[in-house]
């Protein structure tokens, strides 16, 4: 068994097919099933169910994905742990999340980070904080921002935001003298899995209520000129909200969701990406 092994394996789980994966490789399609059998020979296990749609792989199949990956990000981690410089350089993949690209602290920090350290070649990935927890894991990005409540054994946290969370109408709306009547409201959320959305179900829920009329957004600037046209009611963190707008209105939630956390992870490993380690400390200074 060789590396090349593992990587003809892990990509016929991605692909889901033989001739898939050998055209992804760049493989003759009868290379891949010569490793492929070898591997199930050397190992004295099926890894692959075979049906006419393609290969999917058994449940021991699952179990050496799992040890495939960590094998391969071991060799990739001892690679760049000897050859990195002693200065941050090369890619950095961050995932962030909608409520924290568009804060002008994060702005701010992107800016300074580009300015001081223009060898790294930096990509945002914007995606929901489960997404974005999961890449983490899963090896897809160097780190990511995360809001709510996640299981941070495997994780280092590089820095936390904690911020207290508002509920936002049309301020021309005829709930800018009197509290917003929330239960029969048309709410503007972000996809399944933000915590804001889970906030606004568990708060209705608790009252007996659910939301009226849901409109699902990808991106901050949408969401905030529903609420400015009154479409329908948000709830943001406060660094999401310019105090100078003065088409929306800012009302406080129940206690219970008062506040939101929202950290800056990385893996738990033995090598620190120098670019990271930069990125983190750009992201402190700007007090976000």
């Given at each position: 068994m060789?590396?090349?092994?593992?990587?003809?394996?892990?990509?016929?789980?991605?692909?889901?097919?033989l001739t898939r994966a050998a055209q992804k490789l760049d493989y003759v399609q009868s290379n891949v099933t010569t490793r492929v059998r070898k591997l199930e020979m050397e190992l004295g296990a099926q890894l692959f169910h075979r049906n006419p749609k393609g290969v999917k792989p058994t449940e021991r199949g699952l179990v050496f994905r799992n040890y495939a990956v960590d094998i391969l990000h071991m060799v990739e981690e001892a690679i760049m742990a000897v050859k990195e410089?002693?200065?941050?350089?090369?890619?950095?993949?961050?995932?962030?999340?909608?409520?924290?690209?568009?804060?002008?602290?994060?702005?701010?920090?992107?800016?300074?980070?580009q300015k001081t350290y223009p060898e790294v070649a930096l990509s945002l990935i914007t995606g929901t904080s489960p997404q974005n927890y999961e890449k983490v894991l899963n090896h897809q990005l160097d780190g990511a921002f995360c809001t709510g409540e996640f299981d941070l054994s495997s994780l280092h946290t590089a820095h936390e935001i904690r911020e207290e969370v508002f509920l936002l109408t049309a301020a021309d709306g005829t709930d800018t003298l009197a509290s917003p009547d929330v239960a029969n409201a048309a709410w503007v959320v972000f996809p399944k899995g933000c915590p804001f959305r889970a906030a606004i179900e568990d708060w209705l829920g608790s009252e007996g209520a659910s939301p009226a009329n849901i409109i699902e957004i990808s991106t901050m600037e949408t969401m905030l000129n529903c609420v400015r046209a009154g479409i329908g009611y948000a709830l943001l963190t406060e660094s999401a909200v310019t105090v100078a707008d003065d088409r929306v209105r800012v009302h406080p939630v129940p206690e219970r969701y008062r506040f939101a956390t929202t950290r800056l992870v990385s893996r738990n490993e033995r090598f620190h990406n120098k670019a990271f380690a930069a990125f983190a400390n750009c992201i402190r200074a700007a007090v976000i």
């Open positions: 060789d590396l090349t092994d593992l990587k003809v394996f892990l990509a016929i789980v991605e692909e889901g097919s410089p002693d200065y941050p350089c090369g890619p950095l993949v961050i995932g962030v999340v909608e409520t924290i690209a568009s804060s002008q602290p994060f702005i701010r920090a992107l800016s300074d980070f």
